[in-house]
């Protein structure tokens, strides 16, 4: 059974720093691209950063783009995403995706109607004021 599990969110102040994981399991994902999304009570699903298998071609939504990095580690099945200079309106259940056009659909504009393979469950983050 395929998962994606996220982990490391929580409450954080404003100006803080947060890294959250999302570990894969039942099969690899070394030769997929994986990103992540982020969708707050009442608002739309939002694109926050994807990457290629090795980490060399990376996407970053506007909303968070110098403040937010995303990174893997392929022989632990995992990515990252390291987010500083935290704002409350960052404050968002952020999900793991994966899926093998996840790059084409960002850079064609479809990152936020497009459908993926698999979503991780969500870990909660929430930035105080």
């Known amino acids: 059974q395929v998962q994606l599990v996220e982990s490391g969110g929580g409450l954080v102040q404003a100006g803080g720093s947060l890294r959250v994981s999302c570990v894969a399991s039942?099969?690899?994902?070394?030769?997929?691209?994986m990103g992540w999304f982020r969708q707050a009570p009442g608002k739309e699903r939002e694109f926050v950063g994807a990457?290629?298998?090795?980490?060399?071609?990376?996407y970053y939504g506007d909303a968070v783009k110098g403040r937010f990095t995303i990174s893997r580690d392929n022989a632990k099945n995992t990515v990252y995403l390291q987010m500083s200079s935290l704002k409350p309106e960052d404050t968002a259940v952020y999900y793991c995706?994966?899926?093998?056009?996840?790059?084409?659909?960002?850079?064609?504009?479809?990152?936020?109607?497009?459908?993926?393979?698999?979503w991780g469950q969500g870990t909660q983050v929430t930035v105080s004021s």
């Open positions: 995706v994966a899926d093998k056009a996840l790059l084409i659909k960002v850079s064609s504009g479809q990152a936020t109607t497009a459908s993926y393979d698999y």
């Open positions: 990457l290629n298998w090795n980490g060399g071609t990376t």
């Open positions: 039942g099969r690899t994902f070394n030769n997929s691209p």
